[in-house]
């Protein structure tokens, strides 16, 4: 325990930790490797694959959705299974994805903390995980989503999914019209990071 | 072995309780009552994490949950719902 080598166990642009709070999260790190728990080689595979995480990566499970009609209602069925078609694994997390209709309309939270689909997304918005937005949206889904632009008309019912557990999900937005001819990769620059966790509904914005 | 107590659709009442260690059962959705809107396979409990490794894995279920049953005055549609992730241990049948 003495000979400490933290250029084994620890990325070496990282500055040296200052405050007490990040010496600890150094400290349990390095224990956590020496005893076994883990090996330096998965947790350099795990930062790995979260740096590759984005939100270009649920982009791209929606427009095969849209242009894939068996494709999409496998992914509404099973995701976490269907996502691996494209190479995404979330296991052992269990992936869901919710599809937005005419007439459905829906938003994730995590009101306990902030649970996301980080390993395919990457990092949540800061507002997903502020107290206001995890409060409120439970409570008056449709004056939150107004504050985002998402303006909804009272036939189209909301759906809140509180991410309590074990499922992390993603939502599944409309293709907008207009996007007949597009190509997959094409239509999957048209959908957003806000319109995957539902703070955005209409897509129509960078159709060309 | 680990058939699921309840089924899509089934009305169930989210206990209301609140045991002195780890859980995942947010305050607002505690008596609430909802349906099973789908079976989400055995998972291991949060109460039981910090002492242990979760074990006896529980079965978790999607409960929706009417908007206007949650929160008194809900400024929303009636159509409006809630869906959380709730685990067997935490759910009775419901009338």
Redesign the interface.
Known sequence: MTDHDHSRTFQPDHPEPRSEAALIGLALRELLIEGGVYTAEEEQAMIASMQGAAPENGAKIVARAWTDSAFRQRLLDNAAETIKELGFDLSPL?FTVMENTDTVHNVIVC??CSCYPRTLLGMSPAWYKSKNYRARV??????VLAEFGVELP?Q????????????RYMVLPQRPSGTDGLSEPDLAALVTRDSLIGTQRDLRGKVP | MNVPRFIVGQRVRIADRTPPVHH???S??KGKVGIIERV??M?GQ?ERFVPGDGKPFKQ?Y?VRIP?TD??RG????P?????????DHWLEPAE
């Open positions: 269990e009101t306990l439970v409570r008056e889904p449709r004056a009272q189209v019912e909301v759906r809140v999914h509180d991410s309590t557990a074990e499922l | 995942r059962v947010p607002y959705a989400c396979g998972h949060p978790l999607r908007q949650l929160w809900y400024k929303g549609v159509g409006d719902k809630l869906e959380i992730e709730i685990f």
